[in-house]
């Protein structure tokens, strides 16, 4: 069996002129990197009106056994077209770091890909390393202005920016920076964050233009003064310079599926961590030029599509026409308590035992969120009919379509039976429902969203999150919305407990505002801003020829 790597390279693109004139974008308006990519202008689309029904794709809590999402999504749109609809898709960039550690390539799977999937996996246009030099330059100018006489008496135990750096590598969570003699700096304890993680890739994904994008990183609360004043990048002067850096990085990235179709692939926040969607700029340029916009969102429906439809749709002034959950039955049966080598095997127990997760999802979706939905089975070679059957049926009860595809091995092709559903449900009727008012009390999002969303009983406080808590309501940032930070394996905060658990609370360790993202992030517990590399990384099985093609890339 061919590997994606193999496939994509199978495919000979086309001009990247032709698939932005099949978009319609003129040539003028776009900047070339090569022939097979390059950047558009949105800025000249501004008056343009959308027209696009917008389709949200989201998964149950991903497993080792794998659900698809990107390579879902991106068949999906793929399939739209094969019945003669005019659909761009709009999605994530990969970070390096999980592409060298053991999540391999993110530019979908099989024959469904975007393409050049190499140059996506890897530099791309360079927007993440934009995103780190502008990130590495405000924490450049915070140690300097602390060195050269620190006018604005920064509490220095009390700066929260962090370097960042787009590589998996523990060993920089924590370091001391400063050390040697004094024309170093001043010593302080300081760390490393992944790009992903970064405050500037949320505001370069939620800004609108190049103008809203600086006045946000201005935004940027970078610490405290020692009377506990918020500190802003603006009082540094730094955000006229990283906008610059910026500049062509807020423009979206045009390329194409291995079906010549147009796809927008631009930004990169981490869903577990950030709010996990692809760029504002990006989809909204998409619903301008196509009928319909497939765009995805980071992990389960717990994590990206409630920070999508909670943070992202209000700033983009559109809630979707109809929402796909991806689930596989493989990783269904996980749920259900199999390991990993027992998912060839029919297990129909196996199967019952992890449906809840599935329907959990659906439910939040369907009836939370009153989105119209459906669950698109990404089908795999070993998959039983009777399994396949047992997820309709189980839908079937909800209320809910379950609709069997094979877009990894057909492409396109292995999804028009969901394609049309999709177009259906994008004809009915808007029931939208906002899970929480953004004027309501801080503790009160964040326990909405845990009881309503994850089923938890409710939320628990740390002294140090009610102290936050405060400070941010007197600084005046209660009224934003929230974005949680919590495992994504599970509704909970234990990775371990697997399905849709009950009987649990969620602990809140701590708060702090992304004022330019225009969030409050909540933290849950240890989740790793800064991932390490696993035992084995795929780094090991990435090679290039002399020739310059790489291969081992997932």
């Not at 999937?117 to 927007?127: K, S, W």
């Not at 599509?305 to 039955?329: H, N, S, Y």
Request: negative net charge; contains cysteine.
């Amino acid at each position: 069996m061919a590997s994606d790597i193999e496939i994509a390279q199978s495919i000979q693109p086309e001009n990247i002129k032709k698939i932005a004139e099949k978009a319609g974008i003129s040539e003028d308006r776009l900047q070339m990197y090569g022939t097979n990519k390059a950047k558009v202008d949105a800025h000249s689309f501004k008056d343009a009106k959308r027209k696009g029904k917008l389709i949200l794709v989201t998964a149950i809590s991903p497993t080792p056994a794998g659900e698809g999402k990107t390579t879902v999504g991106i068949g999906l749109n793929d399939a739209l077209n094969v019945i003669g609809k005019n659909s761009i898709v709009a999605i994530r960039e990969p970070s390096m770091g999980p592409v060298f550690g053991m999540k391999g390539g993110a530019a979908g799977g099989g024959y469904s890909q975007v393409i050049p999937m190499e140059d996506i996996n890897l530099h791309f246009t360079g927007d993440l390393h934009a995103i780190g030099a502008a990130n590495n330059l405000l924490a450049a100018m915070i140690d300097n202005h602390i060195h050269q006489g620190n006018a604005l008496n920064i509490d220095v135990k009390r700066v929260t920016w962090k370097r960042v750096l787009d590589m998996n590598d523990r060993q920089l969570r924590d370091i001391v920076g400063g050390l040697g003699n004094h024309g170093s700096g001043i010593p302080r304890e300081d760390g490393f964050e992944i790009t992903a993680a970064s405050e500037v890739m949320a505001i370069l994904c939620l800004s609108t233009d190049l103008m809203d994008l600086k006045q946000r990183l201005g935004n940027i609360v970078i610490g405290y003064d020692c009377s506990n004043a918020p500190i802003k990048a603006s009082q540094l002067h730094a955000q006229g310079a990283m906008a610059a850096i910026l500049k062509d990085a807020i423009k979206p990235n045009l390329v194409q599926t291995l079906a010549h179709n147009p796809a927008f692939v631009h930004g990169g926040p981490f869903a577990n961590i950030a709010h996990g969607c692809s760029s504002l700029t990006g989809t909204d340029l998409a619903l301008k030029l196509g009928d319909y916009v497939v765009t995805e969102a980071g992990f389960g429906g717990d994590l990206g599509a409630e920070k999508f439809l909670d943070i992202v749709a209000p700033k983009l002034g559109q809630t979707p026409d109809a929402t796909v959950v991806v689930a596989t039955v493989r990783a269904l049966k996980m749920h259900g308590g199999l390991g990993k080598d027992e998912l060839d095997n029919e297990d129909l127990d196996a199967l019952k035992k992890g449906m809840p997760n599935l329907l959990r999802h659906v439910h939040n979706m369907h009836e939370v969120y009153g989105l119209s939905t459906v669950v698109a089975i990404n089908k795999f070679p070993t998959d039983i009919d009777a399994e396949v059957e047992l997820v309709k049926q189980q839908c079937k009860e909800q209320g809910i379509e379950a609709v069997p595809i094979d877009v990894w091995g057909k492409g396109g092709e292995g999804a028009t039976e969901l394609a049309e559903e999709v177009v259906k449900l994008t004809e009915q009727p808007s029931d939208f429902h906002k899970l929480y008012d953004v004027e309501e009390p801080i503790a009160d999002k964040i326990e909405k969203v845990a009881t309503k969303i994850y089923g938890a009983d409710g939320i628990s406080l740390s002294a140090k999150a009610k102290t936050e808590i405060k400070r941010l309501d007197k600084n005046g940032f209660g009224k934003l919305p929230i974005c949680i930070a919590k495992t994504q394996y599970s509704f909970s905060t234990n990775k371990n407990l697997l399905g849709a658990p009950t009987g649990f609370k969620v602990p809140v360790v701590d708060v702090k505002v992304s004022a330019g993202a225009g969030f409050v992030l909540v933290s849950t517990g240890s989740i790793m801003t800064m991932p390490g590399l696993p035992k084995v990384p795929a780094a090991e099985n990435i090679d290039v020829t002399e020739d310059g093609k790489i291969t081992g890339l997932f």
